[in-house]
């Protein structure tokens, strides 16, 4: 008898699900895409951290496109269009959107971030977190880390960018440095904080030589060496010291 009532109680779940799965489907099938819509609304999704974009270059954006899709029946709203205008934004990495039943239209984005500045005698630029050049933004700065010199720019997005992403991710070293000066792709030298330059060449054997550079650090702290302006890592087992 338990048997013939699990079974059947398994049925009308199941009936239920399947009456449940038609109804939603003839629900959002029949969604009166002749309401109007809604003027756009953003969900900037990184506001907390920086902002490179605003509402009102966006709002702008889309006017001047003829993308408005305020007042315009859902069925004539192009989220497409919007989306790819949106991601046109040289401070925007990726768009999407989307309408509410209700006609709300939603654009979701995602700024770009910079990963490390760029200066030279002819451009200043950030290399982001795509590994991709991005302009400076007029207002907000970015707390970066910025190559000086003559950086060619994929120098930057290859050898300087794997150094930046390096010490970011080590708790020692990722406040420490500001600047990395070039003079060519084997002659790159950081420097911290305090003024003190570390030379290291190219950017070959990275990880090994900043291994090299807190092993002398540590021996040096504990019989208060010298104190230097320079600290050369390009020979092999070595760290030479200018005052």
Known sequence: MKEIVKHIIVGIVVALIGVY????????SSR??????????WDIRDLADCQYVTEEELNTLIRHTNLNPENLPQEQVLTQAIEACVQSHPMVR???????????????????????GVR??????????????MPLHSHEKADVIWAIGN????LAKKEL??????????????DRFERIDVQDKNNITLVDTTGLKIRI???????SKMHKLHVFETQMAKVEGKEYKELDLRYKNQVIGKE
């Open 21 to 28: 799965l038609i109804a939603a489907a003839v629900w959002f």
């Open 32 to 41: 009166p895409k002749t309401t109007p819509c809604s003027a756009i609304e």
């Open 94 to 116: 990726q768009a999407q959107c989307y309408i509410t039943r209700q006609g709300r239209v939603i654009v979701r984005l995602t700024q770009r971030q910079p990963l490390m």
């Open 120 to 133: 030279t005698e002819s451009a200043s630029y950030y290399i982001d977190s795509d590994r991709l050049r």
């Open 151 to 154: 950086v060619e720019e994929d």
């Open 161 to 174: 960018a794997d150094i930046v992403v390096w010490l970011q991710d080590q708790t020692r070293w990722e």
């Open 201 to 207: 060449g190219d950017g070959s054997q990275f990880e």
